[in-house]
């Protein structure tokens, strides 16, 4: 595999059939592990950083790939990913529309923002704390003053990834990783900066006019 797509690689299938919702469930207070997570997840509404990404496609975990980019995300559902070359690509989200852009390709594919597209682990910061519970068993690997480690392994067999992992450093995300049969994705992040206020067109993608552009819904005639 030469080039990453972000979306087949951070998404999950049904990717997972929920909607985003931010008021949290009391029915599902009694898992600490989930509680901690969600409150960690729900403080943050907005986080942007620089992004290391390593993949390896073997559980010896060498590294076969590397990539470097800058994210911004703003809940509940804008996100602005920006990998930098040799595989430069962009994924915009508005909330409506998702447009990816592979500038190599100079190819541009825009989908509904619908449920199939939602529970990246990005898009774990606008989760409820109901949805966490019915998508994943969550556990505390570890817990200090500085730094908390919960394991999420997915309920659905469909799920595209085994077991994903975050990290947060002094309550901010330090790392997520997400391991499927054969390959095992790993983003440390940097420079990162939470609960400030961006300016919503930034999530909006200007299409480029020498690009091809592939619309992956019905579109109204």
Same mark, same amino acid.
């Given at each position: 595999m030469t080039k990453?797509?972000?979306?087949?690689?951070?998404?999950?299938?049904?990717?997972?059939?929920a909607?985003?919702?931010?008021?949290?469930? $009391?029915?599902?207070?009694?898992n600490s592990a989930s509680s901690k997570l969600y409150e960690l997840l729900e403080e943050t509404n907005s986080i942007s950083a620089r992004f290391h990404q390593k993949i390896s496609y073997d559980l010896n975990k060498s590294v076969a790939e590397q990539f470097?980019?800058?994210? #911004?995300? #703003?809940?509940?559902?804008?996100l602005r990913w920006v990998i930098e070359p040799p595989a430069a690509q962009e994924i915009f989200?508005?909330?409506?529309?998702?447009?990816?852009?592979?500038?190599?390709?100079?190819?541009?594919?825009?989908?509904?923002?619908?449920?199939?597209?939602l529970a990246?682990?990005?898009?774990?910061?606008?989760?409820?704390?109901?949805?966490?519970?019915?998508r994943y068993t969550v556990t505390e690997q570890k817990a200090t003053k500085h730094l908390q480690h919960f394991l999420l392994k997915p309920k659905s067999h469909s799920s595209?990834?085994?077991?994903?992992? #975050?990290?947060?450093?002094?309550?901010?995300i330090s790392q997520i990783i997400f391991v499927s049969d054969d390959q095992i994705n790993a983003f440390s992040f940097?420079?990162?900066?939470?609960?400030?206020? $961006?300016?919503?067109?930034?999530?909006?993608?200007?299409?480029p006019k020498t690009a091809e552009v592939l619309y992956n819904y019905e579109r109204e005639k």
């Open positions: 990453i797509n972000f979306l087949q690689n951070m998404r999950v299938v049904v990717i997972q059939a909607t985003i919702m931010l008021l949290c469930s $009391p029915t599902y207070a009694e470097l980019g800058d994210f #911004l995300f #703003l809940k509940p559902n804008h989200s508005n909330g409506d529309k998702i447009w990816i852009h592979d500038l190599e390709l100079e190819q541009v594919v825009v989908h509904d923002f619908n449920s199939d597209l990246t682990p990005i898009m774990l910061f606008s989760s409820s704390l109901e949805e966490i519970n019915l595209l990834f085994t077991r994903l992992e #975050l990290v947060f450093l002094e309550r901010a940097s420079d990162t900066q939470t609960n400030f206020s $961006p300016a919503l067109d930034l999530f909006t993608f200007d299409l």
